[in-house]
């Protein structure tokens, strides 16, 4: 099915704490993966993407793991900050028609 | 400017009237996406379209229409505006599955 979807719709993380939002796809086909941070009042943003065929890739203080066996992909922030607060949204191409399609989203909160 | 620009920013409307919604593009881009975001639902997928004679439904298209005037604008209508479509709505724009977002519409039907 095309489905995206994130295990927690919200994490609370204590500041300078690494964060770890979750998501969980099911379509085999699809080639790319971003992820997306929504600031309250404003449209999603692009963080970071991947590739089906890497695993890893790494941004300033974020990085992206994809599992093609389990179908997860996971963000980290490190040493999260007041302005990591926002809602993130993983989200695929499916490669046969470059529609893209969004999880649920997972609002992170971060604790002083 | 914003790349992205949507028109209106609010609106309020009456339950069966008909209301457009206008996005356009300053970043040249073929590919172009509405979506829909409801609390707890994330964003779905209403229509997109990758050049001007090219229009394809997505996940939730029933009760929505779109247009493509042109490259840099993509329309979504409402031809009879029901309360469940009450939602943020998002035109966004793509050259290489990187989307690009506008400020979103806050559309109210009552």
């Known amino acids: 099915g095309e489905s995206v979807g994130l295990h927690l719709p919200t994490l609370s993380v204590q500041e300078g704490d690494n964060s770890i939002i979750n998501c969980a796809y099911s379509?085999?086909?699809?080639?790319?993966f971003i992820w997306y941070k929504q600031e309250s009042g404003k449209g999603p943003q692009f963080i970071i993407d991947?590739?089906?065929?890497?695993d890893k890739r790494q941004g300033q203080r974020v990085t992206v793991l994809l599992n093609k066996t389990v179908k997860h992909l996971s963000l980290q922030i490190a040493a999260t900050q007041p302005g990591d607060s926002a809602v993130y949204f993983c989200?695929?191409?499916?490669?046969?028609?470059?529609?893209?399609?969004f999880g649920k989203g997972t609002r992170l909160h971060i604790l002083p | 400017d914003a790349d992205v620009t949507q028109t209106p920013r609010n609106r309020i409307t009456k339950t069966g009237k008909r209301i457009m919604l206008e996005c356009s593009q300053t970043?040249?881009?073929?590919?172009m996406y509405w979506y829909r975001q409801d609390p707890g639902l994330g964003l779905r997928l209403i229509y997109y379209?990758?050049?001007?004679?090219?229009?394809n439904k997505g996940e939730i298209s029933d009760g929505y229409s779109v247009s493509r005037q042109a490259q840099a604008k993509f329309s979504l209508s409402l031809e009879s505006a029901i309360p469940n479509q009450t939602a943020l709505y998002f035109c966004?724009?793509?050259?290489?599955?990187?989307?690009?977002f506008g400020q979103g519409t806050r559309l109210t039907v009552v």
């Open positions: 970043k040249g881009h073929d590919r």
């Open positions: 989200a695929e191409r499916f490669n046969r028609d470059d529609k893209i399609i």
């Open positions: 991947i590739r089906s065929n890497m």
């Open positions: 379509n085999s086909a699809s080639d790319y």
């Open positions: 379209s990758f050049d001007v004679k090219d229009i």
């Open positions: 966004a724009t793509s050259d290489s599955g990187v989307a690009f």
